[in-house]
């Protein structure tokens, strides 16, 4: 047979092509819509190299507010789902959208705002007081405004605390539409009040004359919560690898990393995949 340069030129390239289908089709991987709060507190660097040491899957994270997140795999373009607001959650899968949700950790919000503190709510635990007291005050108060499991906790804060927010906002109230890490820088630069998930807090850098000002109470609690997105609606969806992930998260390796995970020696997220109606 002989060979040209041309017919080799062809069969190099066929070959090569072929290599790299065969290590895309090698490699293991899968996509996890999550929240920027699990991103941004630095858990996901943390937990990832463990389950990918573990399994050789290799887990591409796409951080959004819950709302987007769940969107994201209303489209069939995650796998997994890994949020934090239980009414999204649960309209999820009574669409179909979900396989079966699972509780994995919880920590909570905090009310952060200036040392200042013009509102005058500081040093106090009830939340809906402290509130109201910005909103009267008209204090600036930063809002992510992103439909993430943290803005539609707030709006319900808003809606307990008898404030028609909708209503009232003004000029005070700045809806960013942002994560919760720019949603934080804003509040910075501004002094303003905002509510933020713990977690982000705590690996929050940019502070500035930021400090929290209402925590404990029991309003203020935040649970997540992990499903595979339904293969059955979705044929995309990579059921053996995604199932993989959602089980080693709730298993004891994967809460024992969650606990594991400090800054400063705080905690930042508390393990409870043992609570089943968490």
Same mark, same amino acid.
Not at 28 to 40: G, H, K, L, P, W
Not at 99 to 119: C, E, H, I, T
Not at 197 to 204: I, K, Y
Not at 255 to 268: F, M, R, S, W
């Given at each position: 047979? %002989?060979?040209?340069?041309?017919?080799?030129?062809?069969?190099? /390239? /066929?070959? $090569?092509?072929?290599?790299? /289908? #065969? /290590? +895309?089709?090698?490699?293991?991987?899968? *996509?996890?819509?999550?929240?920027?709060? *699990?991103?941004?507190?630095?858990?996901?660097?943390?937990?990832?190299?463990?389950?990918?040491?573990?399994?050789?899957? !290799?887990?591409?994270?796409?951080?959004?507010? *819950?709302?987007?997140?769940?969107?994201?795999?209303?489209?069939?373009?995650?796998? %997994?789902?890994?949020?934090?607001?239980?009414?999204?959650?649960? !309209?999820?899968?009574?669409? +179909?959208?979900?396989? !079966?949700?699972?509780? &994995?950790? =919880?920590?909570?919000?905090?009310?952060?705002?200036?040392?200042?503190?013009?509102? !005058?709510?500081?040093?106090?635990?009830?939340?809906? #007081?402290?509130?109201?007291?910005?909103? &009267?005050?008209?204090?600036?108060? $930063?809002?992510?405004?992103?439909?993430?499991?943290?803005?539609?906790?707030?709006?319900?804060?808003?809606?307990?605390?008898? $404030?028609? @927010?909708?209503?009232?906002?003004?000029?005070?109230?700045?809806?960013?539409?942002?994560?919760?890490?720019?949603?934080?820088?804003?509040?910075?630069?501004?002094?303003?009040?905002?509510?933020?998930?713990?977690? *982000?807090?705590?690996?929050?850098?940019?502070?500035?004359?930021?400090? @929290?000002? %209402?925590? +404990?109470?029991?309003?203020?609690?935040?649970?997540?919560?992990?499903?595979?997105?339904?293969?059955?609606?979705?044929?995309?969806?990579?059921?053996?690898?995604?199932?993989?992930?959602?089980?080693?998260?709730?298993?004891?390796? +994967?809460?024992?990393? @969650?606990?594991? =995970?400090? @800054?400063?020696?705080?905690?930042?997220?508390?393990?409870?995949?043992?609570?089943?109606?968490?």
């Amino acid at each position: 047979m %002989v060979v040209t340069r041309r017919s080799f030129t062809f069969a190099l /390239a /066929a070959w $090569v092509t072929l290599g790299f /289908a #065969s /290590a +895309g089709a090698q490699e293991r991987f899968i *996509t996890v819509a999550s929240t920027t709060s *699990t991103e941004q507190s630095g858990l996901f660097p943390h937990l990832l190299p463990r389950f990918e040491q573990k399994t050789g899957i !290799k887990v591409h994270v796409v951080a959004l507010g *819950t709302g987007q997140a769940l969107d994201l795999a209303r489209r069939g373009d995650a796998d %997994v789902v890994f949020v934090h607001a239980r009414s999204a959650e649960e !309209k999820f899968l009574s669409e +179909g959208q979900g396989v !079966k949700r699972f509780p &994995v950790m =919880y920590n909570d919000f905090v009310l952060v705002g200036p040392k200042s503190d013009p509102a !005058k709510v500081g040093g106090g635990k009830d939340i809906l #007081s402290a509130l109201t007291k910005v909103q &009267v005050a008209q204090s600036p108060f $930063v809002s992510r405004g992103d439909k993430s499991g943290t803005h539609l906790a707030e709006l319900d804060l808003w809606k307990a605390a008898g $404030v028609d @927010i909708d209503r009232l906002k003004g000029s005070w109230y700045r809806d960013t539409g942002q994560g919760m890490g720019p949603a934080l820088n804003t509040a910075s630069s501004m002094n303003a009040y905002i509510l933020t998930d713990r977690g *982000t807090w705590l690996a929050f850098k940019n502070r500035g004359d930021l400090t @929290i000002l %209402v925590e +404990g109470d029991k309003r203020l609690f935040n649970q997540y919560g992990v499903m595979l997105v339904n293969p059955d609606k979705h044929p995309s969806v990579k059921k053996e690898l995604g199932q993989a992930f959602v089980d080693w998260v709730i298993s004891p390796e +994967g809460q024992k990393a @969650i606990a594991e =995970y400090k @800054i400063n020696g705080e905690q930042l997220f508390y393990p409870n995949a043992d609570q089943p109606g968490a």
